[in-house]
């Protein structure tokens, strides 16, 4: 089991979307990203202008990709494959197979376009103060 | 009540001591409105009868000794079954008894999750997520093609991630200490186990992925043979001096996932 898992990782077209980002107008990225409040308490001066954010062509080995990345209020709410391979039936069908993968940085969360958080199980209340809880406030 | 969002359905309820979280990316259907409706309506069923909390639940019921599993209905019956399929895959390092009580509710919240999202599936969602206060359950992607992305918290820095896990059908399961403090008990001794910081163990069903997760936090520093051992799962774990390690299996990772301090 762990042979064929390992196998298939290998030639998985899996991609990490973990691009820089570059905004289309000149209103730039700050250099660190303010960190999240739990009480949600608002730092307008901090944090970077709503809009869309396209990133570079980042060649892989499996071909090329491209995102752009939709900021409003701060928060990132939606990401954009404008570019993935996708020519190859085979990376095709491997892509529908469940093979998880690690990105290797220690990430802050305005950094990593993510859709869910796992963690130690929050009580009712303690999800208020949660990542989680952000990501949901931001899709809803 | 869930409502209808242009690009699919999210919603979140409070049940279970926790909170579980829905994100369907397919369009929003009447179908999938209900089927959401009915998967958050037994989400309260499920706390009604296994919440050891509950007086009344079938599990306090069984732990005071006034039934018998016999006498129980078929799912009270399933998650005993799974329990003991639980216990001897862990070699008893998971446990639905603490302190000498019948609880299990360290493998229903998984198996709530999961079959929610069977639920959701079964009514012709492909793109789902179900997070049940931190354990999680997906299918499908994000986009046709955009594997799910889920952070991992890390159990020693808030607000911070100690990876991103990707992918189209896992399981993603996390036990550690960081809100409720050492609540997880090392079944061999009853005291509290003084396990990793965190450890995240990835599968195909969240039911026995978060038993295993409890199991291996429980066992401390004997996981990671374990977790390398065990066919069709990969883990991840962060140790209480901020170090992390991870099973073989997890591909592209020749670099320390945690640097700094």
């Known amino acids: 089991m762990r042979r064929a ?51 570079s062509p980042i060649p892989t080995r499996y071909g090329t990709v491209q995102v752009a990345a939709t900021l409003k209020g701060g928060r990132l709410t939606a990401v954009k494959v404008l570019q993935v391979p996708s020519d190859n039936g085979r ?50 | 009540m869930p409502e209808r969002q242009r690009a699919g359905l999210r919603h979140v309820e409070h049940v279970m001591g926790t909170v579980f979280s829905f994100d369907v990316r397919d369009p929003a259907t009447p179908a999938l409105e209900t089927a959401l409706g009915d998967a958050v309506a037994w989400l309260h069923h499920v706390d009604r009868v296994f919440s050891p909390y509950r007086p009344d639940s079938a599990v306090s019921r069984l732990a005071r000794g006034t039934v018998r599993p016999d006498d129980c209905s078929a799912e ?25 009580v019948l609880d299990p509710s360290g493998l229903v919240k998984g198996w709530a999750v999961e079959r929610a999202a069977q639920r959701l599936r079964a009514a012709g969602a492909r793109h789902v997520c179900v997070n049940g206060g931190g354990d999680l359950r997906f299918s499908g992607g994000t986009a046709p093609g955009v594997p799910w992305r889920i952070g991992l918290a890390h159990p020693l820095r808030p607000d911070t991630l100690c990876a991103v896990v990707t992918g189209h059908d896992l399981a993603v399961a996390t036990s550690g200490t960081a809100e409720r403090g050492a609540h997880i008990l090392d079944p061999h001794t009853g005291a509290p186990a003084h396990g990793p910081a965190a450890v995240t163990v990835v599968g195909r069903s969240l039911t026995m992925t978060d038993a295993y997760a409890t199991a291996a936090f429980a066992m401390g520093a004997k996981a990671a043979d374990w977790l ?9 774990a962060v140790t209480a001096d901020g170090g992390c390690w991870h099973t073989t299996g997890f591909p592209d990772c020749g670099t320390p996932l945690i640097t700094g301090s």
Request: hydrophobic residues 40%; aromatic residues 4%; glycine residues 10%.
């Open chain 1, 5 to 55: 898992v390992l196998t298939t990782a290998s030639t998985s077209a899996l991609v990490v979307l973990l691009l820089s980002l570059k905004p289309h107008h000149p209103a730039a990225l700050p250099a660190a990203a303010p960190e999240p409040s739990p009480t949600g308490t608002r730092h307008p001066g901090a944090r970077p202008a709503d809009g869309t954010y396209t990133g």
């Open chain 2, 76 to 100: 009270v019956r399933e998650v005993l079954d799974l329990c003991e399929a639980a216990r001897h895959a862990t070699d008893g390092w998971f446990s639905p008894v603490a302190g000498g």
């Open chain 2, 228 to 236: 390398e051992s065990l066919p069709g799962h990969e883990a991840l």
């Open chain 1, 91 to 140: 990376d095709q069908e491997i892509a529908g197979y469940a093979v998880p993968r690690l990105t290797q940085e220690a990430l802050s969360v305005h950094g990593a376009a993510i859709d869910a958080v796992s963690g130690a199980s929050y009580t009712s209340a303690g999800y208020i103060q949660s990542l989680q809880s952000a990501l949901d406030r931001a899709g809803a």
